[in-house]
């Protein structure tokens, strides 16, 4: 076990992954020498070599369209882009090609790639640099969609990213690279990609988050326990494709109050397909209507009004005490 | 210095002219190969025709008609070494039959069954692209992937005119320049992108000269001259080999629509198409072979007959084949079914309608 912070977890599977793994290549904008804008690759080129940490042009669809060809090849390409605001060059790439390869190929071709993204706001920065674009993602069948909200989770999730036979979008809350360190086993670990995390039990509500909206809810929580007489289960998917449906079920036919939590706008986002989730499937379970606190319906914000944009525990609070009313 | 636009003269490379005469040395081409290179055209026209009839039938559903290409596409597709990769676009019938897609997994594709997009089971040929210029950077990522795995595979991808305005094109042919990759990109300009006419696609003179703003080479040639498209063609793999990229503009026409569900009449002059008959690249070969005394009228109407019969198998094992069942489309979606895969795919019935 070493205390380490998520981007050192991250750094760390990548070495380890690609020492397991002479297929496991990276490639992206300024992750060789300089070791990506956040570190994220740091020192790996120095390890493997140009030709496998590669530094590519400034060229978003390439470098995902590029790792669909050498997916589809034989090699386990890792590619990153430097935030995930980037990735609308690249959409066609990775909805329509890097998703679909095995779907039209009735199975003859797949691509084991993992597309690494930061994102997320709260740190501050120029436009396009913090938006949760996951939704989109969501709704593009073929692709999975996996974000940690811990070094923990970061270590195990991103090999079971790699080694994984499917495309993967794999989201990396920029807030929490540093935010916290936590003991990480050095040791090989997978976390099943589609199982969701309870973090904490709890019988009256359960609220559903994941990446970086995670120690925001559970801080939240934490201070409503310890001033009322309430006992909230806190739910981190983990992944929002695949959903672990069972778990989220589960606590909501338990708890009957539902608030789902993340920063991505609130209109077609994932909070909405949860909330449909449950309506199909525990609705009699309800005692409240179920609340989404998001991001708003407006592209992300400039950083003097991000923090009242983004869920905060004001609004985090707000949400629960509307869906406890009733 | 000022560079000024379209300064450099691009000379198209010309085996045969027009009538099927020899109009340079004639390159290492052997008479076997002569006689491949034209039966695998006349193949490739056969099935054209006959896709365009079952279209109108009903029988198949939309196809983008290849007619007036068969010498770009076979020549290019009869240089490559079957360890190689072809990323076609949708109007490649030719090149892919070449490359070992059978007949019948195309017809399966008009048809619109899922089994028609299994090509590269048999053969090194991607799915066919719908995207436009999209399978540039796939070829890409393939030849990179041959590079650092040591294999002796060139990857190549086939656009058309229309495909070199995206995006995709100029970002692939940047990677391959920087990365020195093994790739050639095969640039059938056939004049028409649907309705807009080559002239608006860019404003190079030639396409070939794009090569070189990436640092890679370029060459144009004459896509209805099969010798002069195979020759080059070897070539160009030979370089993309030894790890040089190179674009290849070879200078054609589509006779045909765009698709079976298109009316050229409404955008281009019949004068234009008729010119373009006059180069057809079947009648230039067919009469270059009769020169040489390896051909002659009564071989070239069983070649056709020959072709027929090939085609009309083809079409029974393909109608023959059961169609798609809708409970299949959720088995190609991820290697292992997502718990809402399988409870949507459980919610079909037998007859594939809503149980």
């Known amino acids: 076990m070493t205390s380490m912070t998520m981007i050192e977890a991250i750094n760390l599977t990548l070495r380890k992954e690609m020492e397991r793994d002479n297929k496991v290549v990276c490639l992206g904008e300024d992750i060789g020498k300089n070791g990506g804008v956040f570190r994220a690759t740091d020192g790996l080129q120095a390890v493997f070599g140009e030709e496998r940490v590669v530094d590519t042009p400034i060229a978003e669809s390439a470098i995902v369209g590029a790792a669909v060809g050498m997916a589809t090849r034989g090699l386990r390409p890792v590619a990153e882009i430097q935030f995930l605001g980037f990735i609308y060059e690249a959409m066609d790439q990775m909805a329509a090609q890097a998703a679909r390869i095995r779907f039209r190929s009735a199975g003859t071709l797949n691509a084991p790639m993992v597309v690494r993204a930061p994102f997320g706001g709260g740190v501050r920065t120029p436009e396009l640099h913090s938006d949760s674009l996951e939704g989109l993602f969501l709704h593009s069948p073929g692709l999975k969609v996996v974000m940690p909200s811990s070094p923990y989770d970061a270590k195990g999730l991103l090999a079971a990213a790699i080694r994984d036979n499917d495309p993967v979008l794999f989201l990396e809350p920029m807030k929490l690279y540093r935010a916290f360190k936590e003991d990480v086993p050095e040791e090989d670990y997978l976390l099943e990609l589609g199982k969701a995390h309870v973090l904490k039990e709890g019988e009256d509500l359960t609220i559903i988050t994941y990446g970086p909206t995670v120690p925001l809810v559970k801080n939240v929580v934490e201070q409503i326990e310890k001033t009322q007489n309430l006992s909230i289960e806190i739910i981190d998917l983990r992944t929002i494709t695949p959903i672990d449906e069972e778990t989220i079920l589960a606590s909501v036919q338990k708890t009957g109050r539902a608030v789902i939590v993340h920063e991505a706008v609130k209109t077609g986002g994932p909070g909405a397909e949860i909330s449909a989730l449950i309506n199909e499937k525990a609705l009699f379970h309800l005692t409240a209507p179920i609340i989404r606190v998001t991001g708003f319906d407006t592209p992300y914000p400039v950083p003097s009004v991000e923090d009242d944009w983004l869920p905060n525990a004001t609004r985090i609070g707000e949400g629960i005490k509307e869906v406890l009313s009733h | ?355």
């Not at chain 2, 692209?129 to 540039?136: D, S, T």
């Not at chain 2, 608006?200 to 040639?221: L, P």
């Not at chain 2, 040089?244 to 079976?260: F, I, N, W």
Request: proline share 3%; with cysteine; hydrophobic share 35%.
């Open chain 2, 1 to 355: 210095m000022w560079i000024e636009p379209n300064e450099t003269e691009v000379n198209r490379v010309q085996v045969l002219n027009e009538t099927g005469k020899l109009v340079r040395t004639y390159p290492q081409i052997c008479d076997e190969e002569l006689l491949g290179l034209y039966k695998w055209m006349v193949q490739a026209r056969t099935f054209d025709q006959r896709a365009l009839k079952l279209q109108r039938q009903g029988r198949i559903g939309t196809y983008a008609p290849m007619i007036g290409q068969e010498a770009a596409q076979i020549g290019s597709a009869f240089a490559l070494k079957e360890q190689d990769w072809m990323y076609p676009s949708y109007r490649e019938v030719g090149a892919s039959l070449v490359h070992g897609v059978s007949m019948e997994n195309f017809f399966l594709y008009t048809m619109g069954n899922l089994q028609g997009g299994t090509s590269a089971k048999n053969a090194n040929v991607f799915p066919v692209q719908i995207i436009i210029g999209a399978q540039c950077l796939h070829a890409v990522g393939g030849a990179w992937a041959s590079k650092l795995q040591h294999e002796n595979s060139v990857s190549v991808a086939y656009i058309g005119d229309g495909g070199t305005s995206q995006g995709d094109f100029h970002e692939a042919l940047n990677f391959a320049g920087v990365y020195k990759l093994p790739v050639v990109f095969f640039v059938q300009n056939n004049h028409w992108a649907i309705s807009v006419p080559r002239s608006k696609q860019t404003a190079s003179s030639t396409i070939a000269q794009k090569a070189a703003a990436y640092g890679i080479t370029g060459i144009q040639v004459d896509g209805n001259d099969v010798l002069a498209v195979y020759s080059t063609m070897q070539e160009a793999l030979k370089r993309a080999r030894e790890g040089k990229p190179v674009l290849v503009e070879a200078v054609t026409y589509r006779q045909g629509p765009h698709t079976t569900a298109d009316d050229p009449t409404k955008y281009r002059q019949n004068t234009e198409v008729e010119s373009w008959l006059e180069k057809d690249p079947l009648k230039r070969m067919k009469a270059f072979m009769i020169d040489r005394n390896i051909w002659d009228e009564e071989l070239d109407q069983k070649e056709f007959e020959i072709a027929n019969e090939k085609v009309t198998k083809a079409f029974q094992l393909a109608e023959n084949t059961p169609n798609s069942k809708t409970e299949e489309v959720f088995d190609f979606v991820f290697e292992q079914k997502t718990k809402q895969l399988q409870e949507q795919k459980s919610s079909i019935g037998t007859e594939g309608v809503l149980k």
